[in-house]
Nanobody, 116 residues
């Protein structure tokens, strides 16, 4: 069994920053892809950013230049540094881990609210 524990969400003013973390533990043999998704009220869950085991990254256009995804393979942890936050970034953020065997696991979600 795999557990994902997210942290770092909260309330921030527009233009502010937050850093999300997601630590994976349990029966993980090898993690391939780690990523972040978000879901705003009344909308579908969409990808925000992803990072491979080799460090290659990709981002949705709306966060390019503002968000940075990184990972610590030794700790099985993925991070999302979010700068210049906008009200439209408000959502529940979920981390996703995909193992080398193709199994995927989701975090419980952490609320990010950008408001003055």
């Amino acid at each position: 069994q795999v557990q994902l524990v997210e942290s770092g969400g909260g309330l921030v003013q527009p233009g502010g920053s937050l850093r999300l973390s997601c630590a994976a533990s349990g029966s993980i043999f090898s993690i391939n892809i780690m990523g972040w998704y978000r879901q705003a009220p009344g909308k579908q869950r969409d990808v925000v950013a992803g990072i491979t085991s080799g460090g290659s990254t990709n981002y949705v256009d709306s966060v390019k230049g503002r968000f940075t995804i990184s990972r610590d393979n030794a700790k099985n942890t993925v991070y999302l540094q979010m700068n210049s936050l906008k009200p439209e970034d408000t959502a529940v953020y979920y981390c996703l881990v995909v193992t080398s065997k193709g199994y995927d696991y989701w975090g419980q979600g952490t609320q990010v609210t950008v408001s003055s």
